[in-house]
Structure formats: structure tokens, C-alpha cells
């Protein structure tokens, strides 16, 4: 389908997005999972201090060909109360970007964005011989893959900020009743959410938007239906094997284009199964992801005229509507961590539909290639972490790199590099060259429960 750069570019953008949208909900400090770390850090009674700890910090975020995207202080919240009635924990964040102002954004983008108060997780958590119970807004990760995994279907999370999101940030909780049920070797998860969330995201002139320019009608608040699902792993030869299946929301948006050229936001329950796996192998650890989605909504696209040279230009491309097909998903990747070269990931992910569609914005395979790398020096007083993805083409790539140092126990300082590479010779991708952004934060950590 030919097109004009202001249509195409739109539903580029959104694309985007969208398919990286796994990427930022990934930790790519290859850190253990929350659930792990909490377990270590329990203590034996309560403390008659608060049970609070978290970081302040002052941030800076510059895309570098044309504006600021960060600028203020952040503070992270950590709620970790535990007793013999159960564990109460929560995380939260605040932000104030005074960016937004001094870029001349519009009251719109100034009133909803430029300060933010956004609750990831709170939940009570008890344990009960061999079986947990939790309630509340809960972070729930399936699949074993880490940058392009293909069953992690369960969380929302924040698009606000793109593709730019820190990994801690970027996945949200939701309203879950979850019981974890642990036998020898095997274990049980029940999942059950009573009013499912959609993730955030942003629309007309903020510089994320998924449509750029383009207002979106956010889905209703009522009448959302109930979602289930489980999974059941078990554990063998140092590897595990986890089976599961449900029904839930497509979290992230697609689109409807409504007769004032305005787009209303699309979500529908599917039904979902799928296969992960992880095993050791030679020092390494491999992995495998799998999903099958039926009748998952994919956006369909139509051709319009050009409003800026309705008879003389080219139709162009736009979001229509959303059609339920089944899809499917397929990641492998190797871990391999080494205490004198560093850790690495590689990881090969291809998803679509199962049939071709003419319908349908993209009904051919999606492919993509992911490459991460980590490596403390200095005493573990310094970090490096990275990662490389391939998106749409495998000569378009989105890369990341950054360094943490920790100045003293409670004061470190970060700074990021994020690039996208646009190579192949499409002029309509062109668009995302001035996406190219450096972050920087000064950061004090503390614990008001020592």
C-alpha cells in the first residue's frame, strides 16, 4: 500500500510501540525476580519502624535532536510490611517533569502529565504451609523469556513513555486474587481478576503519543468482563516446565477510527495458551517461550484520501478497526552468565497471525533479533547494561546502553543512552531518527525501616 508521510508515519509510530512493547517491562540487569528477593529479605519480627524504603532522585532526559522530556525530581516507593497476619507490599512512584513546560506543551499534555502518581503494585500476601494467598494489585509475569517474551500477558503497563521506560516503571500491577500452590517439585498458580485495568498510555499532542496528533477515546470504566487463568510448572534437572492458559484483555490498545476521524480505543477477552521452558545446558541456560491466542484483536488498516492534497496525492494509510484472529509466538533464547566476561542474552522471537489477512495492518511473521549484555566492574561499584532489538526490519535497530555508579552506599548516579538506527531505506521510517535520547539521574537511596 503506498502512502504519505503524515498517515504513515502515524500508524509507524504506533506500530512501534506497540510490538516493543515487552521491551521496557524487561529487567536487563539480569536481577533475581521480585518474589525471590523478598523471600531473602524477610525479617523474623516487626520493627517499630517504617517499613518504607525507596530513592530520590533529580533526573534529566533530552531527546537529543529536539526537545526535553525530563526534567525534576522522582521519588520510588517501596511498602514492605511483614507480620504473622501477612506481608503488605507495595511500590510506587511520583514524578514532577517541568519538561512539559518549558518545551510549550499544550494545557492538555501539561494537566495530565507533568506530575504523576502512579501506584505499580499493593497487595497483602499470607502464607500458609504450602500455599500463598494474594490480593490486591499484583505484578504477575508469565514465560520464561526476557526481552522478547511472548506469553507475558497477565500485567498492564505505562506506555506513556514509549519505548523509554525504565524496566522497573514499566510494567503495571493488576487487580488479581492469585493462590500459589507449591508441592514437591511442582507448582500451582491460580489467577483471578475480578476488574482487569488497561495500560496507560497517551494520545494527541504529547511527544508519545500512540497516534501523534490524533485523539483517542479511552475504553469505558464499567463492564469489563472477569479473568481467569493458571499455570502449573514443574521442576526437573535444574530447569522448569510451565503450562497455562486463560482469558483476558488485550492490554495495550488497538483502534477504531470514528466518522470524525477521531479513534476510539479497543480491547476484547481472548483465550490464550502456551509452553515455556528453561533448562541448563554446557553453563548455559536455555530458554523457550510459546503462546497460541485465539481470537486475539489485530488492528486492520484502510487507505483515505490525503486532507492535505485530497486529489492530487497518494491515499494514505490509517488505523480502522480491530478484528479477532488467532495468533501465535515463538521465543528461544540462551542465557550464559560469567563472573570474568559478564552476562549475556540472545534471544529469536517471531509472532503474527496464523493466517494472511489483506484486513490486517501486518499479517505477515513479525521477526526480531534481541541481544543484552551486563557487567559489573570496580568492586560492583560500577554497571554496565545493554541491549539491541531489531524491529519490522533486521536492519532497523533500537539499542540501549547504560551505566550506573555507586558513589557511596546511598548515592549513585545513571546515565542512558537510547538510539534507534534506521537503515533500510525506507523514507517514512526516517521519523524516528529524532527519538534518539540521553537520561541522566542522581539518585539517594534509603530505608526508614533501619
Known sequence: MR?????????????LI???????????????????????TKKSSLLPKLPLRGKVSAEFG?????????????????????????????????RYNASYAIEKDSTYVREGYQFEAILAELYWKKSFDNVSISAGKIITVWGKADILPVSDVISARDATKAFFAQPQEARLGQNTIRVDWF???????????????????????????????ADIQKAPTFGREVE???????????????????R???????????????????????????????????????????????????????????????????????PYDAKGVDTGGVTVGIDYNTTEYGSFILEYSVTGPMKKDAELLRDEPLQSYAFGYSKNFLRDTLS?????????????????????????DVISTYVQYTGIFIASGDPDLRIFDKYDRMDFQLSYAFDLAK
Open 62 to 94: 533530552r531527546q537529543i535532536d529536539n526537545r526535553w522530556v525530563f526534567l525534576g525530581p522522582f521519588l520510588g516507593l517501596t511498602l514492605d510490611q511483614q507480620s504473622s497476619w501477612g506481608q503488605i507490599y507495595g511500590e510506587a512512584a511520583f
Open 384 to 408: 554496565f547494561n545493554s541491549f539491541v532489538v531489531t524491529f519490522l526490519k533486521y536492519s532497523n535497530i533500537l539499542f540501549r546502553l547504560n551505566l550506573t555508579y555507586k558513589i557511596t
Open 183 to 213: 508441592l514437591p517439585k511442582q507448582e500451582i498458580q491460580l489467577i483471578f481478576i475480578p476488574y482487569p485495568v488497561n495500560s496507560r498510555y497517551t494520545d494527541r499532542d504529547h511527544p508519545y503519543s500512540l497516534i501523534p496528533g
Open 248 to 318: 483476558f484483555y488485550n492490554r495495550d490498545p488497538l483502534f477504531r477510527l470514528k466518522p470524525d476521524y477521531s479513534f476510539e480505543a479497543v480491547h476484547s477477552p481472548y483465550t490464550t495458551t502456551g509452553i515455556s521452558a528453561n533448562f541448563p545446558l554446557w553453563g548455559m541456560l536455555l530458554k523457550f517461550d510459546s503462546a497460541y491466542q485465539f481470537k486475539r484483536l489485530n488492528q486492520t488498516a484502510t487507505q483515505l484520501p490525503n486532507p492535505e492534497c485530497p486529489t492530487t496525492c497518494s491515499t494514505i494509510t490509517m
Open 18 to 40: 506497540l510490538i516493543t512493547a515487552p521491551l521496557p517491562a524487561q529487567d536487563f540487569e539480569f536481577e533475581e525476580p521480585k518474589e525471590a528477593t523478598e523471600d531473602k
Open 3 to 15: 502512502s504519505t508521510g503524515w498517515g504513515m508515519r502515524k500508524i509507524l509510530f504506533t506500530t
Open 228 to 246: 481467569a487463568g493458571a499455570q502449573y510448572t514443574g521442576y526437573l534437572a535444574g530447569g522448569a516446565i510451565s503450562v497455562f492458559g486463560g
